[in-house]
């Protein structure tokens, strides 16, 4: 069985796990599925500033924070006791285009020619890390929910802003990759 | 002078995207459960390979069907649930009828959707994920996350002056 646990799992079984998540939230405490809404607590909880968006009463969303905590333990618990034995498989036309752009890096999840702690204080970590960040924090509230709170939540909820945010969230994602990346990984 | 008095304290009706609609108040104590739920959530992200660059890149360079097929199944999941809940009103632990805030359209869902895109396929991460790639042992991943977390803090401070 735990041979089995560690073996990459189906789409099929985390989309369905996923897919729980939403009506567990509901019925354990009429929560409403969404993880973006954490970094907002977070500034309402640590620098306020005055800013009107973030005077509210942060503590009535508290569970939102314990959600994210429990997201970063469950990935400790995966990658420390339950990881893939096996070699880390990446679709070889991925493979053959990122290797156009400079990747070399196949290993693991994360390629360490962009993702490693050394790059942090370099031009790919500015672009990767810092600004890479900044259009996920901004764009997600912007947006008013990420691929939690719209893609998964609003669309179980026939909620058609929530189309029109997931058809957005994908048109930015493949402008990014096929027209912006080529250039961003001449810079290095 | 009374008048910037009365708008520095008006208060802006709180619209909370992922809102607690619990009337009954929760012990703190009580949160323990959704770090559980969440917890188990962080585990599928990791053994789906969700929280991999490579997973993100695949799935918008359209070479392998993995993502589409979690956020796919996740959603037809989800839908049949909702659904599932309202038709036969199932009430939540604490007795209340479930609520789900519907959701208005404004051109932020476009703006900032668009711009939300562009970092998940430069970061391969959502939010969630973010947290997951940080468990898992990504350092680095700290310095994204305090960077979106100033992205929201951005957003806030810039709120009004943005087109909506």
Redesign the interface.
Known sequence: MIELIKQPWHWAVAGVMIGLTVPTLLLIGNKTFGISSSLRHICAACFPADIQYFMYNWKKELWNLFFVVGVLLGGFIASQFLSNPNEFVVNENTVKDLKALGITDFSAMMPSDIFSVENIFTLKGLIFFVIGGLMVGFGTRYAGGCTSGHAIMGLSNLQLPSLIATISFMVGGFAMTHLIMPFIFKLF | MIKTNIDKTA??E?V????????KK?S?A????????????????????????????????L?????Y???????????I??Q??KRFN?K???G?T?????????K?????????????????????P????????????T???????????????F?NK?PH
């Open positions: 208060v802006e709180f909370c995207e992922a809102p607690n609609n619990q009337v929760e703190l009580s949160n323990f459960k959704y770090l559980i739920v969440g917890t188990i959530f962080g585990i599928v992200f990791v053994k789906a390979e969700i929280i991999s660059w490579f997973r993100i890149q695949e799935m918008f360079r070479q392998s069907f993995h993502m097929g979690v956020i796919g199944t996740a959603v037809v999941v989800g839908l649930s909702v599932l809940i199932i939540t632990l604490a209340e479930v609520s789900i805030p519907n959701k208005t359209f404004d932020g869902q476009i703006y900032g959707g668009l711009i939300f895109g562009f970092g998940w396929a430069i970061t391969g991460a959502c939010p969630g973010l947290f997951a790639q940080i468990g898992s042992g990504f350092l680095a991943i310095v994204t996350f305090a960077s979106a977390v100033a992205g929201t803090w951005l957003y806030g401070a709120k943005l």
